[in-house]
C-alpha cells in the first residue's frame, strides 16, 4: 500500500484544480461568457488623427489662398509685381507653422501607438498622415534648395 496517495474515494472530494480544468468542468451548469476587448480608443491617438485632418484643410486653404493671390499678382507679361512679397512670406510662414503642427501630431500619434490596452487605429492613421506631411514638406524643401543653386 503507497502511503503518499490518498484512498481513491477521497480523491474527488479533496483534490485540487488541475491545471487544464476550468469553470466548467468543475461546475455542469456555468455559461460560457465571451470576455471581450472592448479598449477605448487612444486620447493621444484621437487627437494626432485631428491634428492631421486640420492641417490637411489648413494646407488646401493655405494653397488656394496663395494661388488666388499670386495669380492676381502677374501683370501681362507673367512678371511677378514687386508686391508679391508678402504673400510669399504668408505661404512661408504658414507653411512653417503647419509643419510644427505636424511635427506635434506625429509626436503624439506615437505616443498613441505605446499606450497599452487601448486601440490604435487612430494613432497609426494619424501618425502616417502626418509623416507624409513632413516627408513631403521636407520634400519640397530640397526641391527649392536644389532648384536655388542652379541658378
Same mark, same amino acid.
Not at 487627437?47 to 485632418?53: G, N, P, Q, R, T
Not at 502626418?130 to 519640397?140: E, K, V
Given at each position: 500500500m503507497d502511503y503518499h496517495t490518498p484512498p481513491k474515494s477521497d480523491t474527488a472530494a479533496t483534490e485540487p484544480a488541475r491545471w487544464g480544468s476550468s469553470e466548467q468542468d468543475m461546475n455542469p451548469d456555468y455559461e460560457y461568457q465571451e470576455n471581450k476587448r472592448d479598449y477605448k480608443h487612444s486620447g493621444p491617438g484621437i *487627437?494626432?488623427?485631428?491634428? *492631421? +485632418?486640420l492641417t490637411l484643410v489648413c494646407y488646401a486653404i493655405t494653397f488656394v489662398y496663395v494661388g488666388a493671390q499670386a495669380s492676381s499678382l502677374m501683370n501681362e507679361?507673367?512678371?511677378?509685381?514687386?508686391?508679391?512679397?508678402?504673400t510669399i512670406m504668408y505661404l512661408g510662414l504658414?507653411?512653417?507653422? +503647419?509643419?510644427a503642427v505636424?511635427?506635434?501630431? *506625429?509626436v503624439t500619434g506615437i505616443i498613441g501607438l505605446t499606450l497599452r490596452r487601448r486601440r490604435k487605429v487612430f494613432a497609426i492613421i494619424g501618425t502616417i498622415i502626418?509623416?507624409?506631411?513632413? @516627408?513631403?514638406?521636407? +520634400? @519640397?524643401l530640397s526641391v527649392v534648395l536644389v532648384n536655388a543653386g542652379a541658378s
Open positions: *487627437a494626432s488623427f485631428v491634428i *492631421a +485632418l507679361h507673367n512678371k511677378l509685381i514687386a508686391d508679391s512679397a508678402e504658414t507653411m512653417l507653422i +503647419l509643419v505636424n511635427i506635434i501630431g *506625429a502626418n509623416a507624409g506631411f513632413l @516627408l513631403l514638406f521636407m +520634400l @519640397l
